[in-house]
């Protein structure tokens, strides 16, 4: 057996044992549908993992708690809330990331999936992702301030649509051309 097939029957057996699909070590020859589903069967299996390491991990944690409780180091406490506790765990495995980006949007849209459901598939919580977007919103609000001081025939909503287009949309009444065609 020469070298090369030796490391793919290695790559396979290795592959086979997570329970993975030998198509991980070339995914360039499956199509969009065989992808997605190869991309399904790894997270269920990581996510079977997950789930064993958790319950013994969880185990653990619950025991260090209880030896820190009794022996002084972490106040006592009757009730139940010192085990609701749980780990974060890395974003699923994904083969194409826009593509889940996309199919995250239309679910959202559509009401099939939650901002939660989307929160949890990138490793945030939903709180998160409000206070990106409110952080977000309230930089465009002071940069479209900023601009209609410096140019005061521009109205909230013209210069909003202009921050938030970066000035790329050629209708957009602040584009490049039009802010040209105004100061003449």
């Keep these: 057996m020469d070298t090369n097939n030796w490391l793919r029957n290695i790559k396979e057996e290795a592959l086979f044992s997570l329970g993975w ?6 995914p360039s020859q499956l199509n969009e549908v065989a992808a997605r589903a190869m991309e399904q069967q790894i997270n269920r299996n990581i996510e079977t993992r997950q789930q064993t390491i958790n319950r013994v991990a969880k185990s653990f944690v619950s025991f260090a708690l209880a030896k820190g409780m009794d022996n002084g180091d972490i106040p006592k406490t009757d009730l139940p809330v010192w085990r609701r506790f749980s780990f974060s ?3 699923p495995f994904v083969i ?3 593509y889940a980006d996309k199919s995250d949007l239309e679910g959202l849209k559509a009401g099939n999936k939650t901002l939660n459901d989307i929160a949890k598939r990138v490793g945030k919580s939903e709180d998160d992702i409000i206070a990106e977007r409110l952080n977000s919103a309230s930089s465009i609000c002071r940069a479209a301030r900023e601009l209609m001081t410096e140019n005061p025939e521009f109205n909230l909503q013209e210069a909003v649509d202009f921050i938030g287009n970066m000035g790329q949309s050629k209708s957009s009444p602040l584009s490049k051309q039009s802010i040209a065609t105004r100061k003449e």
């Design 96 to 98: 194409d990331s826009y």
């Design 21 to 26: 699909p030998l198509q991980l070590i070339n």
């Design 89 to 91: 765990l890395p974003e």
